[in-house]
């Protein structure tokens, strides 16, 4: 079964830097494209970043220029980079994950758990 294990995030001060880091429960598993959505309550799950398969990546206008998907292939890992963060950068981050399996590809809409960001002001 495919889980996605997501780590990091924290609360940070506005300014700071995080990362937070989502990784394939076995290594059967491979991360082929990935984003990185962010909801907070009342909200609707908002897309943040993306990396292809190939590495291309994209970014949400709000925040372009601080945050940097990136993936270690080695490591089945994808990370966000979150610099200059902000108060509304506050909210629950999830991993979303095309997977591969055996060079198949297996399903492109699994989750990781979610994980806590919380910038003070």
């Known amino acids: 079964q495919v889980q996605l294990v997501e780590s990091g995030g924290g609360l940070v001060q506005a300014g700071g830097s995080l990362s937070v880091s989502c990784a394939a429960s076995?290594?059967?598993?491979?991360?082929?494209?990935a984003g990185w959505y962010r909801q907070v309550p009342g909200k609707q799950r908002e897309l943040v970043a993306s990396?292809?398969?190939?590495?291309?990546?994209s970014y949400a206008d709000s925040v372009k220029g601080r945050f940097t998907i990136s993936r270690d292939n080695a490591k089945n890992t994808v990370y966000l980079q979150m610099n200059s963060l902000k108060p509304e950068d506050t909210a629950v981050y999830y991993c979303n994950a095309e997977i591969r399996s055996l060079g198949i590809i297996i399903g492109n809409n699994y989750w990781g758990q979610g994980t806590q960001v919380t910038v003070s002001s």
């Open positions: 076995r290594s059967i598993f491979s991360i082929n494209a």
């Open positions: 990396i292809t398969s190939g590495g291309s990546t």
